[in-house]
């Protein structure tokens, strides 16, 4: 009798720290800051792997021992056994009202700096030969380059004025126009997306996931926290945050093409999946090119294109899942950017139709023997539109008529269905008519 109750309270307190230890697990965030002295820091680890973050940057391997020490906020994404933990720590960045550029490659330091700490102007002292013509590009190229290398950084213009002394050297006074002139409000602004990214990344992420449930957990976080704004021209509203990745974490969370980018490139590259802007052009439903910026992530060692404006309309509008995970070719219909610049997007693995992940309103049959189960999914999910994906087509030929028919037989009468080809696989998309 005594080992009996010697053994139920075993199994009692087993369970009782089995149920700690699972809620503290729950409980417990993915990203933790670490101490840092605000100067340097040595990064050290005894996982698998690290990439490296600053500033919602694309992120790189890294390995222990590295110390670093140009101010940012580092994101650091450690793989272990027991799965994936984020690191955070800051190195101060100070102000200064000029810099001294002793070669091309520094530049970008400065201006950063400027921009992270939103000062009105700055005097930059070329220490190097080059010429008036020559400062005007450069000043623009690399304007450009950091504000789609660092995604927080926001700019809504610039100009600046070049002198020359008496020995040749070439200083530009320039100055900087932000979307808000008030620079406590910018910086609140940046706390608030800061802290935004964080809940999602804490909340959607967990240490076990592979990086397409990741892209997809946040992808998902992302369109359903923010509506497009089609209110962006700045004559409607001259205080416009709907270009900045900020403008997806105050008000209404209405943004444009570069506000969903950055925002989606900064939540990737914080938990180490490697994601880059591009910038280019798009065909418009008047069909005329327009400015327009998506992203490149590499997933499982592949490169894809994700344009998540697009793919938010679509959702909104037709129901479907596009533009996510795209190849090269598939993008190249209506958008188009300087290829020399990225990677070739060519792998067909984690297409979104080839994708393992699973999302709601789409079923997958990855054979003629599933093909029975994936039709009762959909009847059991007439809650809106969807897509049902037939995949390897050039091996199992698909009848896409004939599925459509058993498909029509379980929808009610208020769905249309049509298809499309696409990565080897047969989309047929069922659509509610209002």
Not at 363 to 377: F, Q, Y
Not at 392 to 398: A, C, I, L, M, R
Request: aromatic share 10%; hydrophobic share 35%.
């Amino acid at each position: 009798m005594g080992k009996k109750q010697y053994v139920k309270g075993i199994l009692l307190s087993l369970l009782v720290s089995l149920w700690l230890c699972t809620g503290l697990y729950a409980q417990t965030n993915l990203m933790t800051s670490v101490p840092c002295d605000g100067k340097s820091y040595t990064i050290q680890f005894s996982g698998d792997k690290a990439l490296l973050s600053r500033d919602g940057s694309l992120a790189v391997p890294v390995v222990s021992g590295t110390k670093i020490t140009k101010p940012g906020t580092y994101y650091l994404s450690v793989y272990e056994a027991t799965g994936l933990r984020v690191e955070t720590f800051k190195i101060k960045s100070q102000t200064k009202s000029s810099w001294a550029i002793t070669k091309e490659s520094d530049l970008n330091e400065a201006i950063k700096s400027c921009l992270e700490n939103y000062q009105k102007s700055v005097t930059i002292n070329f220490k190097y030969q080059t010429s008036m013509d020559q400062v005007e590009t450069i000043l623009s190229k690399h304007i450009q380059e950091v504000t789609d290398t660092y995604p927080m950084l926001m700019i809504q213009n610039y100009y600046g004025k070049l002198s020359q002394d008496s020995k040749g050297n070439l200083s530009a006074q320039v100055n900087f126009k932000y979307p808000l002139q008030v620079t406590n409000t910018l910086k609140k602004y940046d706390t608030q997306a800061l802290s935004g990214m964080a809940n999602m990344v804490n909340t959607l992420v967990k240490p076990y996931m592979k990086d397409y449930e990741i892209e997809q957990a946040l992808l998902m976080g992302l369109m359903n926290r923010v509506t497009y704004s089609l209110h962006e021209d700045a004559s409607i509203n001259a205080t416009s945050m709907t270009h900045t990745l900020q403008g997806a974490f105050i008000g209404e969370k209405k943004i444009v093409c570069d506000g969903y980018a950055k925002t989606f490139m900064h939540l990737m590259n914080m938990v180490g999946v490697p994601t880059q802007l591009i910038t280019g052009t798009s065909t418009d439903r008047l069909g005329e090119s327009v400015g327009h910026a998506w992203n490149l992530i590499k997933i499982q060692g592949a490169y894809y294109h994700v344009d998540s404006t697009w793919a938010d309309q679509h959702f909104e509008t037709l129901g479907l899942y596009d533009y996510i995970n795209e190849q090269d070719t598939y993008m190249a219909q209506d958008h188009v950017w300087d290829k020399s610049r990225y990677p070739k997007a060519v792998t067909l693995t984690y297409t979104f139709p080839n994708s393992p992940v699973s999302v709601s309103q789409v079923t997958k049959v990855a054979s003629p023997n599933e093909l029975e189960a994936g039709i009762e999914k959909v009847k059991s999910q007439q809650k809106g539109n969807g897509t049902l994906i037939l995949q390897k087509q050039s091996q199992w030929h698909w009848d896409e008529e004939e599925v459509a028919e058993q498909l029509y037989e379980v929808l009610d009468e208020s769905y249309s269905c049509y298809s499309e080809e696409k990565y080897d696989c047969v989309m047929i998309y069922y659509l509610k008519e209002e």
